[in-house]
């Protein structure tokens, strides 16, 4: 788990969007979803998931 995960995941939680996370964070929308699904992979479950919305937490 990296700082730069964590970042991203919290920025989704917090704005409840990948493309509003990419923003805040100045990045690409698929930087921030690949470090999301590195987390899914080593915590072994979902932290978010995409609602018509947006995205909410688990």
């Known amino acids: 788990m990296t700082l730069t995960q964590l970042e991203a995941f919290v920025l ?3 704005l409840g969007s ?4 990419a923003r805040s ?3 690409s929308e698929p930087a ?3 470090a999301l699904a590195s987390l899914r992979t080593q915590l072994g479950d979902n932290l978010v998931e995409r609602t018509a919305t947006g995205m909410a937490l688990t």
């Open 25 to 27: 964070l100045g990045v």
């Open 18 to 21: 990948v493309k509003a996370a």
């Open 12 to 14: 989704v939680a917090r």
């Open 32 to 34: 921030v979803s690949s």
